[in-house]
């Protein structure tokens, strides 16, 4: 019935793994959990789940990045409902599989359900803190308010699929690094007009960035939007509901873009700096324009 499928990258799967198998075993359906290793570089003894009945594991020797690897693994997958997750994801309830089981049985049609994400409530090291609060603060909301625009609050982070959407749409593989693969995705979905249901099922999101390390991603996925930008894949709807772009245009409407671009040329290292010694979403969501303007 369901294929779980955990694409790794340099974490140890085996708590959420050993989770996850113990709820489908007492779901009593049939299932299999497939995990690929995109060539990490740091060793787990991830192979060793294959001893767990169900459980098939598959290593690659170079990185493709995580737009192919879901792909990928969704094309192995033997089950026609495919329930993705990221590695470094915990599992937050002991009704999670069966929250999805119930939701699959409402939808007779190809549909995308997602779970939502969660994070910790103590406040983790300093040097964690910018992930962890933009998250709190920007990722994790009530399914009903998610539903208002279902495509915008799209993430693979905890998704179930049917497998018949990827005959529909795939995940763009021309996201090699990371940000904003999700976004696009959720627009592909929009397009093709396949329902988008969230539901309150969130899982943990333990695998956080430090302060440095997560403002390099920020500008990854900013350089993302761009060459998506200069291929013309973004199309108004794209631009509509995501903020950074929005404001973007505005400005640009505004004729304000040679004055901000000035600005940020002069004062954007320092409210980099900013950020990272004393984590704010105000001084980021500057950061964010201005790496936009300056770059773009």
Not at 80 to 101: G, K, R, T
Not at 108 to 137: D, F, M, T
Not at 179 to 188: A, C, W
Request: glycine share 4%; hydrophobic share 40%.
């Amino acid at each position: 019935m369901i294929s779980v499928l955990i694409p790794i990258y340099n974490f140890n799967v085996a708590k959420l793994v050993k989770d996850l198998h113990a709820q489908l075993n007492y779901a009593n359906v049939d299932f299999e959990i497939i995990l690929g290793d995109d060539a990490s570089s740091e060793p787990h003894a991830n192979d060793k789940l294959i001893n767990l009945q169900g459980v098939s594991y598959f290593s690659l020797p170079e990185n493709i990045g995580r737009a192919r690897m879901r792909n990928l693994l969704a094309e192995k997958a033997s089950f026609p409902c495919l329930l993705f997750m990221d590695c470094d994801a915990a599992v937050l309830s002991s009704s999670y599989i069966n929250n999805y089981i119930l939701e699959i049985s409402r939808n007779s049609k190809p549909v995308c359900i997602i779970g939502g994400v969660a994070y910790r409530p103590q406040k983790p090291n300093p040097k964690y803190y910018l992930r962890w609060h933009y998250g709190k603060e920007r990722e994790t909301s009530d399914a009903t308010i998610r539903n208002l625009k279902p495509y915008k609050s799209f993430t693979s982070f905890n998704a179930v699929f049917s497998k018949s959407v990827f005959d529909i749409v795939k995940f763009d593989e021309s996201f090699s690094t990371y940000g904003n693969e999700d976004t696009f995705f959720g627009n592909q979905l929009r397009s093709a007009k396949v329902p988008v249901v969230h539901i309150n099922n969130p899982l943990y999101h333990d695998g956080l960035d430090t302060n440095e390390d997560y403002l390099k991603k920020v500008e990854t996925s900013i350089d993302n939007l761009i060459s998506l930008l200069n291929a013309r894949k973004i199309d108004s709807g794209f631009i509509n509901e995501n903020k950074l772009l929005a404001i973007y245009f505005k400005c640009k409407s505004l004729r304000s873009l040679p004055f901000i671009r000035m600005f940020y040329k002069l004062f954007l290292n320092n409210i980099r700096q900013k950020i990272l010694r004393k984590p704010s979403i105000f001084w980021l969501d500057l950061y964010k324009l201005g790496y936009l303007v300056k770059n773009f």
